[in-house]
């Protein structure tokens, strides 16, 4: 069973521009969160979205959002980027609606020059 | 009200000792405490967790304490092994929310 699939993996962008990230969750997994990971903050909570609804969203400015297809997969967008928003981005997925046996992927590393 | 309190920040052991991590919180609808370990360039895997009508968990070389009364509890990592050396995380959630609080991490190294 595949696991969760995070692309790209590495992106370098420069302030100011936007980037998307994707995310194929656990094939039946019908459960997508967000999480930043940084060294100061560690890894905070971005937001949630079950059979395409957004079901909670974290302390995060609106430059952050995303959106949830019909076949489960997920996309987050970063709007004008800034030098703080360089980080490790997960998605993690989970079979139902709750934050039990969440699965996470790699990741994909963001870096804004 | 929403933190989770991870301390040490990092920690060395000898193989087979038992490292110990501690975690505390706040907000009293957590109701369900997991534990992660993260190795480098991957993220961060379940390793046990934990609800509060329960004082102890284990699963192979790992336990759960938990404190209901003074909202904390533990990662206990029995004959710790080379291969352990990872970051741990604990976090909480509550119930139905899928939004899980994060502590800030332990780095744990056990030396051969």
Not at chain 1, 30 to 45: A, E, H, I
Not at chain 2, 19 to 40: G, L, M, R, S, V
Not at chain 2, 71 to 100: E, R, V, W
């Amino acid at each position: 069973k595949a696991g969760v699939t995070q692309t790209p993996r590495y992106l370098i962008k420069t302030r100011g521009q936007q980037v998307t990230l994707s995310c194929s969750p656990i094939s039946g997994h019908r459960s997508v969160s967000w999480y930043q990971q940084t060294p100061g903050q560690g890894l905070q909570f971005l937001f949630e979205y079950f059979s395409e609804t957004q079901r909670n969203k974290g302390n995060f400015p609106g430059r952050f959002s995303g959106r949830q297809f019909s076949n489960s997969r997920s996309e987050m967008n970063v709007s004008t980027l800034e030098l703080g928003d360089s980080a490790l981005y997960l998605c993690a997925s989970s079979a139902g609606p709750a934050a039990n046996v969440l699965t996470f992927g790699a990741g994909s590393r963001l870096t804004v020059l | 009200q929403q933190q989770v309190k991870q301390s040490p920040q990092s920690l060395i052991v000898q193989k087979g000792g038992i490292p110990i991590i501690n975690c505390a919180y706040e907000n009293t609808a957590f109701d369900y405490f997991p534990w992660y370990q993260q190795f480098p360039g991957k993220g961060p895997a379940l390793l046990i967790a934990i609800r509060p009508d329960v004082s102890e968990k284990k699963e192979g070389r790992f336990t759960i304490s938990f404190n209901k009364s003074a909202k904390q509890f533990s990662l206990h990592i029995m004959d710790s092994q080379p291969g352990d050396s990872a970051t741990y995380f604990c976090a909480a959630s509550i119930q139905n929310t899928g939004k899980l609080i994060f502590g800030q991490g332990t780095t744990l190294q056990v030396k051969p």
